[in-house]
């Protein structure tokens, strides 16, 4: 199952469908020999958008995963659906607010067997993703070392993400936290923007998101695929 896969997958591209890619960069970016794509971001996420991106990179041979922030823009076919629980929200509509109303409407019919969640924590106080959940972001080691372990401990999350949004996150947390979990994925995303950082993150975590650079230096984006070959060595 793909569940189980994603536990060897160290390198994951995040597409952004409000942020606009050229055929030529999604094509060197789906055939990089990235483990996966995911596809979501904070705002501008719609059906439309969504939709367009994931048609475009369904013509690749390449994983593809939904991480649903926005339960209008849901659409299906993808391979895998993340489903972001942000521990560090203080709107409460971002720990199980909106998780309940979508399956109110929708459980019926939605299909458990390809649905993840994850335990999302966010560092970056001027994130949108921060701004949006009015997450408590200014948090210390002992803080998201108490946050991973409702993780695995309490809620038995497969996946714990910590989330820094574009500012290279603090290694020496990251390590800590690695060493405690056993059981639980540790994803980490934020700031990767050129191979050493991307080395140095995949040191420090089970698998790294790789996002914002894509839009900025696609030569460099490329590059952080490496690490696949440096940290399986």
């Not at 958008?49 to 993808?78: H, M, W």
């Amino acid at each position: 199952m793909l569940k189980d896969t994603i536990k060897n997958w160290r390198h994951i591209f995040k597409l952004d469908p409000d942020k606009k890619i050229s055929d030529d960069h999604l094509e060197r970016i789906c055939c990089s020999g990235t483990d996966a794509i995911m596809i979501g971001g904070s705002t501008g996420i719609t059906y439309e958008n969504t939709y367009d991106l994931f048609s475009k990179v369904q013509r690749f041979s390449k994983p593809c995963l939904l991480e649903i922030s926005n339960q209008e823009a849901i659409v299906l076919g993808f391979d895998l659906y993340m489903i972001p629980i942000v521990l560090n929200a203080t709107d409460p509509n971002w720990i199980v607010g909106n998780h309940q109303k979508a399956i109110k409407a929708y459980g019926d019919i939605i299909p458990w067997e390809f649905i993840l969640p994850e335990a999302y924590v966010s560092l970056n106080p001027d994130a949108a993703v921060s701004k949006l959940t009015n997450a408590t972001a200014c948090l210390d080691e002992e803080d998201v070392l108490s946050y991973a372990r409702c993780a695995e401990h309490l809620f038995h999350m497969p996946i714990f993400y910590v989330e820094y949004s574009g500012v290279f996150g603090d290694m020496d947390i990251l390590k800590k936290v690695k060493k405690n979990l056993n059981q639980t994925q540790l994803f980490y995303g934020g700031g990767i923007n050129n191979v050493e950082k991307a080395k140095r993150a995949a040191e420090a975590a089970d698998t790294i998101i790789v996002g914002n650079v894509i839009y900025e230096d696609i030569k460099s984006a490329i590059e952080t695929v490496e690490i696949k070959e440096i940290t399986s060595k």
